[in-house]
């Protein structure tokens, strides 16, 4: 997404459009882009369970560094989607988004290997009720969250630091902080990925292709959001096997 433009908006660009004409046509944009989130995860939902109850996970796990391999899929997928997105046709757009749902739905079915299911319903449960909490929060407040990019930013470098560190040293009895800030870096994520398609709609209002386009970016946003959220509580939460 165009960085500039963005900044512009949040920088008080608020009085470009009539406020009842903005509110309903953002309120259906803003519908159109959780649809596609809530497709996304639907997908990852059948996937993993599909994966699960036929058995073909363990013919997955059979395969030498499977999982590794689905990991960069999933990680080029999301990166060539973020740096293409304003290049490529809508409809690639959503192809790819589907794709990468997909490939997280085989990963996530292992988590029915590993937890049980009572605790991935109720895990499941308050991720949406957190994730909609917070997702409402952006939605509705005035106050601009952009100013919270740093921090964000700063956080998922603690975690990724920290998981990286954990592949070779011994850092267990650290990690429910790490999981605890986790779980609050990825609910103000929610907030301020959900205040950016007010951004996205003010910016690409007027070019159709490109505002359908920055809908699905935004919905890969919160869907990634959502899946953070909910292995974060997983892991304080989830009871094993």
């Known amino acids: 997404m165009d960085q500039e433009n963005l900044n512009q908006y949040y920088n008080g ?14 309120e259906r944009y803003t519908a159109k882009t959780f649809g596609w989130m809530f497709l996304g995860l639907m997908v990852t939902f059948l996937v993993a369970v599909t994966g699960y109850v036929t058995r073909l996970v363990l013919f997955v796990a059979l395969v030498p560094q499977a999982f590794l391999v689905l990991g960069i899929a999933e990680v080029a997928v999301v ?5 293409r997105i304003t290049k490529m046709s809508v409809g690639t757009a959503r192809a790819l988004f589907m794709v990468y749902s997909v490939l997280n739905g085989v990963v996530f079915s292992t988590y029915f290997l590993i937890y049980s299911l009572p605790s991935l319903v109720y895990v499941f449960g308050a991720t949406s009720l957190f994730f909609g909490i917070m997702a409402a929060i ?62 996205y709609h003010q910016v690409y209002c007027h070019d159709g292709e ?11 946003q919160l869907y990634l959001d959502f899946i953070n959220l909910f292995l974060y509580l997983l892991r304080v939460l989830g009871r094993r096997k």
């Open 13 to 26: 660009n608020y009085g470009a459009y009539r406020v009842m004409e903005e509110h309903e046509s953002l």
């Open 79 to 83: 990166l060539f989607l973020s740096a």
């Open 138 to 199: 952006g939605y509705f407040a005035k106050a601009d969250l952009s100013r919270l990019r740093n921090f964000l930013v700063g956080g998922l470098v603690f975690l990724l630091v920290f998981w990286v560190a954990s592949m070779f040293l011994n850092l267990q009895r650290f990690e429910v902080i790490a999981c605890s800030v986790g779980i609050f870096i990825f609910l103000l994520f929610s907030a301020y990925d959900t205040q950016k398609i007010r951004a």
């Open 210 to 220: 490109m505002a359908a386009k920055a809908s699905i970016f935004a919905a890969l």
